[in-house]
Nanobody
Framework: VQLVESGGGLVQPGGSLRLSCAAS????????MSWYRQAPGKERELVAA????????NYADSVKGRFTISRDNAKNTVYLQMNSLKPEDTAVYYC?????????WGKGTLVTVSS
């Protein structure tokens, strides 16, 4: 199982970023995919999750209405569209899959929201 995140960077408050997570090593279309984040000095937290076919999504209260998770099963990729970014969104963002009872994580992509 391999997960590779991309798309992070420095953005001003109010700006947008789109994160991508390319997956391989498992049948992507069969599994729930999740985005987590970890800010400096804080625990890792769930940001959003999406079911295998993409029909159901779930969001942390702190990002509802601003972030959108989606997936393209033909490309084995999950996305996180982040709008109206705030300084408190600054964190390393990770994608995760639970495969055969084991959680697999990517190495993360850093998002910094600052003026």
């Amino acid at each position: 199982v391999q997960l590779v995140e991309s798309g992070g960077g420095l953005v001003q408050p109010g700006g947008s970023l789109r994160l991508s997570c390319a997956a391989s090593g498992f049948t992507f279309s069969r599994y729930i995919m999740s985005w987590y984040r970890q800010a400096p000095g804080k625990e890792r937290e769930l940001v959003a999750a999406i079911t295998s076919a993409g029909g159901i999504t779930n969001y942390a209260d702190s990002v509802k209405g601003r972030f959108t998770i989606s997936r393209d099963n033909a490309k084995n990729t999950v996305y996180l569209q982040m709008n109206s970014l705030k300084p408190e969104d600054t964190a390393v963002y990770y994608c995760k899959v639970r495969f055969n009872g084991v959680d697999y994580w990517g190495k993360g992509t850093l998002v910094t929201v600052s003026s």
